[in-house]
C-alpha cells in the first residue's frame, strides 16, 4: 500500500515536498511514479524513479521537480520547486514494473496511493 502526503495550499513560486510511503516488502524492486489530474483532465505522468534509482519527468516539471527514494525507509519523495498555478492537481503516488518505453503510462501501474492535494494560488 502506498500514502501520499504534503500537499496543501501554497502559493506560486513556494517548493513543497511531497513524500510517498509503502508498506510491504520489495519496495526497492518497483518503479513509482507521481502522476497528477487537475479538475476536469485525465490523470497524467509526473515523474517516475527506477528501483535503481533513475529518474524520468515530464517535460513541464523538469528542471523544476526532483524525484528521490530511499529504500531503507520505503519511501518516496517529490521535491516541487518554483509552483505555478497550473500545477494545481491532485498527485498520486503509484508502484509497478513497467519497461522503460512505457513508463509514463498510467496503466503499468497497480498500486497507487490515495492522493494529495496541491493547490497553486497566484
Known amino acids: 500500500q502506498l500514502q501520499a502526503s504534503g500537499g496543501g495550499l501554497v502559493r506560486a513560486g513556494a517548493s513543497p515536498r511531497l513524500s510517498c510511503a509503502a508498506s510491504?516488502?520489495?519496495?526497492?524492486?518497483?518503479?513509482i511514479s507521481w502522476l497528477r489530474q487537475a479538475p476536469d483532465e485525465e490523470r497524467g505522468f509526473v515523474a517516475a524513479?527506477?528501483?535503481?534509482?533513475?529518474?524520468f519527468y515530464e517535460e513541464s516539471v523538469k528542471g523544476r521537480f526532483t524525484m528521490s527514494r530511499d529504500n531503507a525507509k520505503n519511501t518516496v519523495s517529490l521535491q516541487m520547486n518554483s509552483l505555478k498555478p497550473e500545477d494545481t492537481a491532485v498527485y498520486f503516488c503509484?508502484?509497478?514494473?513497467?519497461?522503460?518505453?512505457?513508463?509514463?503510462?498510467?496503466?503499468?501501474?497497480?498500486?497507487w496511493g490515495q492522493g494529495t492535494l496541491v493547490t497553486v494560488s497566484s
Open positions: 510491504g516488502r520489495a519496495f526497492n524492486t518497483y518503479t
Open positions: 524513479i527506477t528501483w535503481s534509482g533513475g529518474s
Open positions: 503509484a508502484a509497478g514494473r513497467p519497461i522503460v518505453s512505457a513508463i509514463r503510462s498510467s496503466t503499468m501501474y497497480y498500486s
